[in-house]
Nanobody, 130 residues
Framework: QVRLVESGGGLVQPGGSLRLSCAAS????????MGWFRQAPGKEREGVSC????????YYAESVKGRFTVSRDNVKNMVYLQMNNLKPEDTAVYYC???????????????????????WGQGTQVTVSS
């Protein structure tokens, strides 16, 4: 049974940092790309980042480039999202998801297409506020 469990969310002041973790089980993490998405109150879920199966390709939404870093440890079955210089507009529930393919789709429209992800975690809340 595929299971994805996010953790690491919380309340942080603007300019602060958080590291989200996604624990994967029930499948071979090393064979698939992994994505991070977020959903703010009243907004649609949006893609944040994607990392290919072997860590050879990483992709980011323009809004988080230079501030967020995605990484993975296929031995520990973990995926991470390091978030620095957080802004109030980063407030959202963050989800990790497993891609059906080993590589992220080329281009924002491709790697953020939710239909390519077949399993999702329950989400972790990130709140950026002073």
């Amino acid at each position: 049974q595929v299971r994805l469990v996010e953790s690491g969310g919380g309340l942080v002041q603007p300019g602060g940092s958080l590291r989200l973790s996604c624990a994967a089980s029930g499948f071979t993490l090393a064979s698939f790309a992994m994505g991070w998405f977020r959903q703010a109150p009243g907004k649609e879920r949006e893609g944040v980042s994607c990392i290919s199966h072997s860590d050879t390709g990483t992709y980011y939404a323009e809004s988080v480039k230079g501030r967020f870093t995605v990484s993975r440890d296929n031995v520990k079955n973990m995926v991470y999202l390091q978030m620095n210089n957080l802004k109030p507009e980063d407030t959202a529930v963050y989800y990790c998801a497993s891609d059906r393919l080993p590589s992220c789709g080329a281009g924002y429209t491709s790697w953020t297409a939710e239909g390519r992800y077949d399993s999702w975690g329950q989400g972790t809340q990130v709140t950026v506020s002073s």
